[in-house]
């Protein structure tokens, strides 16, 4: 079975500051990985994903997650953050041969003006 | 282009009703899961259908049930709530059960 660490439960940070979101994960075969953002009383909404391929991946708002295998991460950053950036933040993994997600346990992120 | 579906909102439930909540999904998506998010937890896998099957289900009793209609939309059954069934139910569809998942607002249910 798979599972997920987030290592920070809360990261409050100042507006126009760097962030990094941590997630590391467990697996014995490949799998997916995946960001979920979740404002609150919504959805989660897809942050960005990687497949396959380069191991930098981007979303359209700034924020870029990049695969380590050797280290199992996938940590999720962005070099400056918004006050609209305050939410939760999911890490998620799949295998790639199975249905299931398997969900950390969320970090909120507070981003202080 | 409207994205996945759940209703109703919000549910308010006594100990041992039965409840039901329902899902649409993603126009072109033909593949649905059901997800449990206790309050401050990651969501937790319930099961998934495809073609009005159940594919794969996570750990969960046999109190939770489910179904999945020609049309593709489904529907989540739960019998003898429990107060530890209070969560927000999230429903995710995709194609053919691959790995991008959509996810739908979600249903609050309260147990009281």
């Known amino acids: 079975a798979q599972s997920v660490t987030q290592l920070d439960s809360q990261v409050p940070v100042f507006e126009e500051a760097p962030v990094e979101l941590r997630c590391n994960y467990s697996s014995s075969v490949s799998v997916y990985l995946f960001w979920y953002v979740q404002y609150p009383n919504q959805g989660l909404q897809l942050l960005l994903k990687y497949l396959s391929g380069s191991t930098l991946v981007k979303s359209i708002n700034g924020f870029e997650a990049e695969f380590n295998k050797s280290q199992t991460s996938f940590h999720l950053r962005k070099p400056s953050v918004h006050i609209s950036d305050t939410a939760e933040y999911f890490c998620a993994v799949s295998e790639r041969t199975g249905n299931q997600f398997y969900f950390g346990t969320g970090t909120s992120l507070t981003v202080i003006p | ?112």
Do not use: M
């Not at chain 2, 549910?11 to 009703?17: A, D, H, S, V, Y």
């Open chain 2, 1 to 112: 282009d409207a994205g996945v579906t759940q209703s109703p909102t919000h549910l308010i439930k006594t100990r041992g009703q039965q409840v039901t909540l329902r899902c649409s999904p993603k126009s072109g998506h033909d593949t649905v899961s059901w997800y449990q998010q206790a309050l401050g937890q990651g969501p937790q896998f319930i099961f998934q259908y495809y073609e009005e099957e159940e594919r794969q289900r996570g750990n969960f009793p046999d109190r939770f049930s489910g179904h999945q209609f020609p049309n593709y939309s489904s529907e989540l059954n739960v019998n003898a709530l429990l107060l530890g069934d209070s969560a927000l139910y999230l429903c995710a569809s995709s194609f053919q059960g691959r790995n991008e998942q959509y996810f739908g607002p979600g249903t609050r249910l309260t147990v009281t």
